[in-house]
């Protein structure tokens, strides 16, 4: 019989990284895009995953890293086609997430009408907290999130200004994907996403809930 996996520990075991761009208006403006009438998706493999005490890596081809913080949503169970009304019976818990973006790459890719792989699915590219209980988070669309770089404060944001809510994406992504037990959303990231380099310190939180600090690396690959 095979052990249990522990959701303390999501990032050894999970399979699916799905992540939801431009679900904050702030941010869809300061990146110049128009605003999103569905949910914009992509993923990123699990190998992106970076628990606390694992450094970000900026990948040999990236020359211009930039951060974004992020309220990710964990599965506790598997769910196919989930109605928007039953969603949050379908949520273990969360953690406080990084998606760490190539996006000098990105530009690239934008240009070209090509898929954003290379920018966001490189290893150690999806920091991630310790897992949060669902019980520790009564609304999860009251939450403020905040980034720092060496101290400095750089983004700062509600969850409650979310453009499509936790309910909606789960719904959404499981008519397209079966998420399973251990799959973890990226809701999206607030205004101030901007640089970091290497020998930087990011420091990250949800207040009164979960902080964690990421030191910045450039991968020899």
Excluded at 164 to 193: A, H, N, R, W
């Amino acid at each position: 019989m095979a052990a249990p996996r522990p959701l303390s520990r999501f990032w050894e075991w999970g399979k699916n990284i799905v992540c939801v761009g431009r679900n904050y208006a702030d941010h869809v403006q300061e990146m110049r895009s128009a605003l999103p009438t569905e949910p914009v998706l992509f993923l990123k493999p699990s190998t992106a995953y970076a628990p606390e005490g694992a450094p970000v890596l900026v990948p040999a081809y990236c020359r211009k890293l930039h951060h974004e913080v992020e309220l990710g949503v964990l599965l506790g169970r598997r769910g196919r086609a989930v109605p928007e009304a039953a969603a949050m019976d379908y949520v273990a818990g969360y953690a406080l997430c990084l998606d760490m973006t190539a996006r000098d790459v990105q530009d690239e890719c934008k240009k070209k009408g090509l898929p954003w792989t290379l920018a966001k699915g490189f290893t150690a590219s999806c920091p991630v907290s310790a897992f949060v209980p669902k019980e520790k988070i009564p609304d999860p669309h009251a939450l403020r999130l905040w980034l720092k770089v060496n101290g400095e404060l750089r983004q700062e944001g509600q969850t409650s200004s979310m453009i499509f809510s936790i309910p909606y994406i789960i719904s959404y992504v499981t008519k397209i994907m079966t998420l399973e037990e251990g799959d973890l959303i990226l809701t999206g990231t607030p205004k101030g996403v901007g640089p970091v380099k290497e020998n930087d310190e990011i420091e990250a939180g949800i207040d009164g809930v979960v902080s964690m600090r990421v030191k910045v690396e450039r991968s020899e690959y």
